[in-house]
Structure formats: structure tokens, C-alpha cells
């Protein structure tokens, strides 16, 4: 399970990821992630709405979400807030497809980090 420290709690937290952070979107979540200056541990959290199902269903998705993160927290930069927005779609994927879809929208947002830090320290625009 993801650690409690790890667990995004406070609504500006969220606020501040999905308004200030880059987004990558798959069919089955969207991963929204903001890197701040500060030196914390990666902060996480989960929007699970009610169009991904009743309250059972949600449940399932959330627990299925903050497992899958728990492998992949070391892949986030410090200080960072990670939001991850479950589609309708997320109820019905398999552990796999999910777990591959979480993959590939991390990958986008950290590769997205990392070529708009370079620019910035080449000193290209």
C-alpha cells in the first residue's frame, strides 16, 4: 500500500497539481503532476468520480490506483504532487492495462520535465 506520508490529503494540494501541473491523458486516467521547489516526499493522490461506478467500484479503482503507485513513487521527483484522475473506463481494465497505462502517462510527464529542464539550463527557449 502507499505509504500515509505519501498520500495527498489537503483539497489546495490537489488544486495546486491539476491547475499548475502538466497532464497526460490515456483512456483510462489522466495523470496530472506539478513539481515544486521544496524538498518533500512525492505527494499523491486519487480523483475517483461517480461516473467510474457505485461507491464498491470506486473503492476498487482507488485501491488498485495506490498499489500500482507504490512501485512507481521512486520515479517522482521530490517535492512533486501527482494527481490521478480514473476514467469511467478504469473500472472494467485489467491490473495489467492499468498498471501499463499509469507506466506510460509517468513516463510522458517525467520526459516532459526533463526536456523543459534542459532548456531552461541550455538557456534555449
Known sequence: MLPSASRMRRGDEFADAIR?????????????????????????????S??????????RVKRRLRHLMQARLH???????LVVR?????????SEHLAAELDIA???LLRRRGS????LTDGRS
Open 86 to 94: 480514473a476514467n469511467p473506463a478504469a473500472a472494467s481494465a485489467r
Open 20 to 48: 499548475r501541473g502538466q497532464r497526460a491523458g490515456r483512456p483510462t486516467l489522466v495523470a496530472h503532476l506539478n513539481v515544486r521547489d521544496s524538498e518533500g516526499q512525492p505527494l499523491v493522490g486519487f480523483v475517483v
Open 116 to 119: 523543459a529542464s534542459r532548456t
Open 106 to 108: 509517468l513516463d510522458r
Open 75 to 81: 520515479r517522482l521527483p521530490r517535492g512533486s504532487l
Open 50 to 59: 461517480k461516473a467510474v461506478g457505485d461507491a464498491v467500484t470506486r473503492n
